[in-house]
C-alpha cells in the first residue's frame, strides 16, 4: 500500500503564497502521475492539477491556472503545489493522489486515482 503524506497547509491571509508538498516511501514512485485534490466544507472533492512521471506534462483547473504551480522531485519522492496569489475561495482540505495505473495520462478524476494522502488544511482569510 502507498502511504502519502502531505504537509505545508496553514492559515494564510488573501494574496500570500503557500507551498505543499506530498512524500512517499514508495519506491515506484516515479513511475507513475500525481494529482492534488482538494474538498472545502460541504462541496465535493474536486480537481487541483496533475503531473506525469518525469514533470515534462502538467494540468491544471481553470480557478487555479496561472496562480498555482505542480512539480517533483523523483530523488525525493516528493510533489510539490506552490500556490500563490491566494483567494478565500482555496480554502479547502488539500489531498495529493497517485495514479498508479498511468505514467503519463493526466485524469481529473477522484475516482481514477488509488492511493491518497490524509490531507492538509489550507485556510486563506480574506
Known amino acids: 500500500q502507498v502511504q502519502l503524506v502531505e504537509s505545508g497547509g496553514g492559515l494564510v491571509q488573501a494574496g500570500d503564497s503557500l507551498r505543499l508538498s506530498c512524500t512517499t516511501s514508495?519506491?515506484?514512485?516515479?513511475?507513475?502521475?500525481m494529482g492534488w485534490f482538494r474538498q472545502a466544507p460541504g462541496k465535493e472533492r474536486e480537481f487541483v492539477a496533475a503531473?506525469?512521471?518525469?514533470?515534462?506534462?502538467?494540468a491544471y483547473a481553470d480557478s487555479v491556472k496561472g496562480r498555482f504551480t505542480i512539480s517533483r522531485n523523483n530523488a525525493k519522492n516528493t510533489v510539490y503545489l506552490q500556490m500563490n496569489s491566494l483567494k478565500p475561495e482555496d480554502t479547502a482540505v488539500y489531498y495529493c493522489?497517485?495514479?498508479?495505473?498511468?505514467?503519463?495520462?493526466?485524469?481529473?478524476?477522484?475516482?481514477?486515482?488509488?492511493?491518497w494522502g490524509q490531507g492538509t488544511q489550507v485556510t486563506v482569510s480574506s
Open positions: 493522489a497517485a495514479d498508479r495505473s498511468t505514467s503519463w495520462y493526466l485524469s481529473s478524476t477522484p475516482d481514477d486515482y488509488d492511493a
Open positions: 503531473i506525469s512521471w518525469s514533470g515534462g506534462n502538467t
Open positions: 514508495a519506491r515506484t514512485f516515479s513511475s507513475y502521475a
